[in-house]
T-cell receptor, first 114, second 114 residues
Framework: DQQVKQNSPSLSVQEGRISILNCDYT??????FLWYKKYPAEGPTFLIS?????DKNEDGRFTVFLNKSAKHLSLHIVPSQPGDSAVYFC?????????????FGTGTRLKVLA | ETGVTQSPTHLIKTRGQQVTLRCSSQ?????VSWYQQALGQGPQFIFQ???????GRGNFPPRFSGLQFPNYSSELNVNALELDDSALYLC?????????????FGQGTRLTVV
């Protein structure tokens, strides 16, 4: 049972354009969401997070949008740069459950073309 | 401030053997979680330790066990290795359990079981 889904395994975008990565979830108890970026041979690096009391959070070129009614979140990267090429994972958590664990999606490989 | 470090980075073991993986948490972090990332998948939660006590476990058999030490470093032990245990094992530390904060990951240990 995949509670967090990233339905696009890969995405290619031209440098300077917007990258939009999508994530869907099924568990309505999730109330904290995160995006991580992963380069080959490295661990995941935290990018940005959002709690369920918000519908948008921005940090520089990265913006995360949360649509609770649709159980959908998206990561926007504007403008996209070649160094953004990596695998992006969304993760969800239900901290109130007592165990602070993340449920990850399967990832989307972003390729930014110069 | 030092980040999360894991050792070794790569390991090859034979089916049936036992393995111990190590993790030093980020300075000041008292919570450590372990994840298994199989090829093409997102990280899967194994278990979490908070102040030397197990604080939740994912869907992994008892041959996966762990420890957390007074300095908050941690070990993951896997007994009776199986071929399907081949994966990237990730350690993540966070400041507290049950709060809306991100976890920081180490670079991982790539385990190959032959």
């Amino acid at each position: 049972d995949q509670q967090v889904k990233q339905n696009s395994p890969s995405l290619s975008v031209q440098e300077g354009r917007i990258s939009i990565l999508n994530c869907d979830y099924t568990n309505s108890m999730f109330d904290y969401f995160l995006w991580y970026k992963k380069y080959p041979a490295e661990g995941p690096t935290f990018l940005i997070s959002i709690s369920s009391i918000k519908d948008k959070n921005e940090d520089g070129r990265f913006t995360v949008f949360l649509n609770k009614s649709a159980k959908h979140l998206s990561l926007h990267i504007v403008p996209s740069q070649p160094g953004d090429s990596a695998v992006y994972f969304c993760a969800a958590s239900a901290p109130g459950s007592g165990t602070y664990k993340y449920i990850f999606g399967t990832g989307t490989r972003l390729k930014v073309l110069a | 401030e030092t980040g999360v470090t894991q050792s070794p980075t790569h390991l090859i073991k034979t089916r049936g053997q036992q393995v111990t993986l190590r993790c030093s948490s980020q300075s000041g972090h008292n919570t450590v979680s372990w994840y298994q990332q199989a090829l093409g998948q997102g990280p899967q939660f194994i278990f979490q330790y908070y102040r030397e006590e197990e604080n939740g476990r994912g869907n992994f058999p008892p041959r996966f066990s762990g420890l957390q030490f007074p300095n908050y470093s941690s070990e993951l032990n896997v007994n009776a290795l199986e071929l399907d245990d081949s994966a990237l094992y990730l350690c993540a530390s966070s400041l507290e359990v049950g709060t809306y904060t991100e976890a920081f990951f180490g670079q991982g240990t790539r385990l190959t079981v032959v």
